[in-house]
């Protein structure tokens, strides 16, 4: 079965370090996004990707991140200059459609000390 | 701004009993979606709910959405241990330029004792 595959599993980083998430969405899906989960804490989104664009992005999404798709399979979550908020289990996902349902990767947990 | 709010939070509850977790959101949505999170691990796609009166069942959970009151119900029948983990459900904007943005409650944490 298809699916969405992140790495690395886990980052420990130093505050002000630079990071980049990457996730290879499934192959035929057509809209890529980025949530993050604080600890113990509710799914939040960050930002979606179509058409090799930004299509939306929440408040959190400051000018320190930005998405990429470089290959036209891999999709990466860059953050310039961490902070020790930004410690949080990030998940990419991807749809097929606006009807279907979003599949999630196992995520990347960021530890920024 | 759309928000999604799950009560209970946090449900304790006995092997074999019945209980609902019941989701609210504050605007029109035509996707409801409900995924189950294991401690430390990703989100699993239990169902997705696409029309008012929609009603799935995959074991002992059944989910139903009522899109006038805003309202989905995520049903637990005989609940086992298995069972337990997080619950959430999330919603996808029906209007304007959502691109299939899901907003999430806040989850509930599911235990099941014997």
């Known amino acids: 079965e298809p699916e969405v595959t992140q790495t690395p599993s886990h980052q420990v980083t130093q505050m002000g370090q630079e990071v980049i998430l990457r996730c290879v969405p499934i192959s035929n899906h057509l809209y890529f996004y980025w949530y993050r989960q604080i600890l113990g804490q509710k799914v939040e989104f960050l930002v979606s990707f179509y058409n090799n664009e930004i299509s939306e992005k929440s408040e959190i999404f400051d000018d320190q991140f930005s998405v990429e798709r470089p290959d036209g399979s891999n999709f990466t979550l860059k953050i310039r200059s961490t902070k020790l908020e930004d410690s949080a289990m990030y998940f990419c996902?991807?749809?097929?459609?606006?009807?279907?349902?979003?599949?999630f990767g196992q995520g990347t947990r960021l530890t920024v000390v | 701004e759309l928000k999604v709010e799950q009560n209970p939070l946090f449900l304790s509850m006995q092997e074999g009993k019945n209980y609902t977790i019941y989701c609210n959101y504050s605007t029109t949505s035509d996707r409801l979606y409900w995924y189950r999170q294991d401690p430390g691990k990703s989100l699993e796609s239990l169902f997705v709910?696409?029309?008012?009166?929609a009603v799935k069942q995959e074991g002992r959970l059944m989910a139903s959405l009522d899109t006038k009151a805003r309202l989905s119900t995520l049903h637990i029948t005989a609940a086992v241990h298995d069972l337990s983990a997080t619950y959430f459900c999330?919603?996808?904007?029906?209007?304007?330029?959502?691109?299939?943005?899901?907003?999430f409650g806040q989850g509930t944490i599911l235990t099941v004792h014997p």
């Open positions: 999330a919603v996808v904007y029906a209007g304007g330029t959502s691109y299939g943005k899901l907003t």
């Open positions: 996902a991807s749809i097929f459609d606006m009807n279907t349902e979003a599949f």
């Open positions: 709910l696409l029309s008012n009166g």
